[in-house]
């Protein structure tokens, strides 16, 4: 079974800095990309960064040059570097990893850490 345990959202002033990890068990072949997305209260769920079994990145617009995603494949753990947090990035985050098995796609999903940003 498939476990995917987050830690470090919190609650910080706007322009700080948050670092998401997220630990993943579990885990057999397949896996194409692991990464982030959020929820924010009444919007729908959306792809904030995410890291490519080839080691690719790509990233949301609103948090290029701000957010970075990385992995230490020895750990089993894909992170999230938030810095110059703004109020919008206040969310639910939730970690992903994506698994291609037999043409289909499965996605893990983690229990979610809230991050919120004060003005």
């Known amino acids: 079974q498939v476990q995917l345990v987050e830690s470090g959202g919190g609650l910080v002033q706007a322009g700080g800095s948050l670092r998401l990890s997220c630990a993943a068990s579990?885990?057999?072949?397949?896996?194409?990309?692991m990464g982030w997305y959020r929820q924010a209260p009444g919007k729908q769920r959306e792809l904030v960064a995410a890291t490519t079994s080839g080691g690719s990145t790509s990233y949301a617009d609103s948090v290029k040059g701000r957010f970075t995603v990385s992995r230490d494949n020895f750990k089993n753990t894909v992170y999230l570097q938030m810095n110059s947090l703004k109020p919008e990035d206040t969310a639910v985050y939730y970690c992903?990893?994506?698994?291609?098995?037999?043409?289909?796609?499965?996605?893990?999903w983690g229990q979610g850490t809230q991050v919120t940003v004060s003005s």
């Open positions: 579990g885990i057999i072949a397949g896996i194409i990309s």
């Open positions: 992903n990893y994506a698994r291609m098995r037999l043409g289909t796609r499965y996605d893990y």
